[in-house]
């Protein structure tokens, strides 16, 4: 049983920071994948960051590039999500992902699939 708990969101002023975690407890057999996800209001969830379980190159997708830095401890099981330089329009949803597989690209182009939490409430005020 895969189970996946998100903690330190909040509200935020434009170009300010906020730190996600996420502690991920089971994990899922073969190659995996973790990552963030996110829902903004009147657009679809899309998986925003992603790395390989066991370390590797992440990925990041256009609209967070250069901002946001995804990082893990696997001694606490806990993934992390650096947001800095915040904007509006980051306002959201921001959900912890792990799902099986070993490609990020594949995983930012599906955006669904796999393990999510129940989310964390992101707001950047302008």
């Known amino acids: 049983q895969v189970q996946l708990m998100e903690s330190g969101g909040g509200s935020v002023q434009m170009g300010g920071s906020l730190r996600l975690s996420c502690i991920i407890s089971?994990?899922?057999?073969?190659?995996?994948?973790q990552g963030w996800g996110r829902q903004v209001p009147g657009k679809r969830r899309e998986v925003i960051a992603c790395?390989?379980?066991?370390?590797?190159?992440?990925l990041y997708a256009d609209s967070v590039k250069g901002r946001f830095t995804i990082s893990q401890d696997n001694s606490k099981n806990t993934l992390y999500l650096q947001m800095d330089n915040l904007k509006p329009e980051d306002t959201g949803i921001y959900y912890c992902?792990?799902?099986?597989?070993?490609?990020?690209?594949?995983?930012?182009?599906?955006?669904?699939?796999?393990?999510w939490g129940q989310g964390t409430q992101v707001t950047v005020s302008s």
């Open positions: 992902i792990t799902a099986r597989g070993d490609s990020c690209p594949a995983l930012l182009r599906v955006s669904s699939g796999g393990y």
């Open positions: 089971g994990h899922l057999s073969g190659s995996s994948l």
């Open positions: 790395v390989n379980s066991g370390g590797g190159s992440e």
